[in-house]
């Protein structure tokens, strides 16, 4: 990393046509080539490496926060901010959001169905409020509809559905996914977005979900057909955010690995 600008330049330039650029003496230059790098800098490209392969398995998607949550349960002993720096000077960044905006549009919520969750969004056990919702991807076949289903307990998509089409099957399909997974043994609340005006609030998880899936991997694919969508989209659900991905809201792990630590708490009391 200190000899890589040196090296280019190098290449293009003879040793004395550099020193006059860089105004500095070819004695001076050469001897300053042949000094060892610092223990600082060599840490640092150690460091950097398991950074790049931490950014890497996240699929490019992770910022220096969840790198460094990454390197610690990997054992590597480094400092946030030097990770944030390192990244910053590699280039590596996460994904980031975008803004919805504002609609013009006004006029009171309409009502459905009454509002059981009245946005309580943190419950204390699995399968006691999922929320569901909609979205739509598009490929050159044309649209693919996306429903799923989410525990509020840990943010893990419990129930999945993708169609050509959007009609009642499409939600009926991932609830029954959800409800084959999980087998709930008491109520369950399920909660929806409306479909009409209303606030947006309600349905914030659902939709957190579906910035993430767009920003982390949609946005940043061109899919030919609803079939490569499809299989997108269920390695991201299956094989990345369920299993993988850091989430704030349950401590920084996956929600996979929060239900399982529930699990252990419940069995060792």
Known sequence: MRYAFIREQQAQYPVRRLCQMMRVHPSGYYAWLARPESRRRRDDEVLLGHIKHA???????????????????????????????????EGLRSQTGYRRRPSPRGGRPSVIAPNRLQQQFSVAEPNRAWVTDITYIRTHEGWLYLAV????????????????????????????????????????????DPGRRGNCHDNAVAESFFQLLKRERIRRRIYPSRDAARQDVFEYIEMFYNPVRRHGHVGKISPIEFERRHTIRLESV
Do not use: N
Request: charged share 25%.
């Open 149 to 192: 289903v989410l525990d509020l307990f840990s943010r893990q998509v419990v129930g999945w559905s993708m169609q050509a089409r959007i009609d009642r099957e499409l939600v009926l399909d991932a609830l029954l996914m959800a409800v084959w997974r999980r087998q709930p043994r008491g109520e369950v609340i399920v909660h929806s």
């Open 55 to 89: 950014w890497l398995e996240s699929g490019g998607v992770y910022g220096y926060r969840k790198v460094h949550t990454d390197l610690q349960e990997l054992g590597v002993e480094c400092g946030k901010h030097r990770v944030h720096r390192l990244m910053r000077h």
